[in-house]
């Protein structure tokens, strides 16, 4: 089946490390999202990605950089990861061709930063 | 500024009728969204609404008024797997991004 997957599902981690959590695609979209999502606080943009040459920064873009690789690939990385960046991060695709921009979302991942 | 409200936990008995409603102020509107999300999963594509009016898909119905900045999500004959919560989010200008609301968190009891 056509999906979104994300990976590692889980990651704890220690205060100063890199973290790079990578997403796929095979639904064909040109469209890639990451958010995170806190208790009480919704799903907020991070960064999102039109297509391989291009990168926008969303809401909360502060100690998150990420890499389109491929159409395919979208990956985020944490350069120091802090425990504030603890956090359920989702990867979504869209296609533009649409003209809906209906997302479809990964299954998560857990980060927990100690 | 962007902003969209959601009542924040509503509760309702199995069998019932419950409104979830959405407030929304947004610079530019192409369509509002409802998705379903249950506890620690992905979050589900429930409903669109791009003009004003009434779309119904089997029990789920969602409405949107464009010139009030209002929308509600209408669950019929609830079920326990109902239980979740419901992210509102609206298209913005250029079909660029999703703004979401902070959810409503639904609990369905017996």
């Known amino acids: 089946d056509a999906d979104v997957t994300q990976t590692p599902r889980n990651r704890i981690t220690k205060t100063g490390k890199r973290i790079m959590l990578e997403c796929s695609q095979t639904?064909?979209?040109?469209?890639m999202y990451w958010y995170r999502q806190d208790p009480g606080l919704g799903l907020q943009l991070i960064y999102y990605?039109?297509?391989?040459?291009?990168?926008n920064k969303g809401e909360i873009s502060d100690g998150y950089s990420v890499s389109r690789q491929a159409q395919a690939k979208f990956s985020l990385s944490l350069e120091s990861a802090i425990p504030n960046q603890t956090a359920l991060y989702f990867c979504?695709?869209?296609?533009?061709?649409?003209?809906?921009?209906?997302?479809?979302f990964g299954p998560g991942t857990r980060l927990t930063v100690l | 500024g962007q902003n969209i409200d959601q009542p924040t936990e509503m509760t309702a008995t199995e069998g019932a009728i419950v409104q979830i409603n959405c407030t929304y102020q947004?610079?530019?509107?192409?369509?509002l969204f409802w998705y379903q999300q249950h506890a620690g999963e992905a979050p589900t594509f429930l409903s669109y609404?791009?003009?004003?009016g009434l779309e119904e898909k089997g029990r789920f119905s969602s409405f949107l008024s464009r010139s009030k900045g209002y929308s509600y999500l209408l669950l019929k004959e609830l079920q326990m797997k109902d239980s979740a919560s419901y992210l509102c989010?609206?298209?913005?200008?250029?079909?660029?991004?999703?703004?979401f609301g902070t959810g409503t968190r639904l609990l369905v009891s017996p």
């Open positions: 639904k064909g979209h040109d469209r």
């Open positions: 990605s039109f297509d391989v040459k291009d990168i």
């Open positions: 989010a609206v298209n913005g200008r250029g079909f660029q991004k999703l703004v």
């Open positions: 979504a695709t869209s296609a533009a061709e649409t003209g809906v921009n209906e997302q479809f």
């Open positions: 609404n791009v003009l004003d």
């Open positions: 947004t610079s530019g509107f192409n369509g």
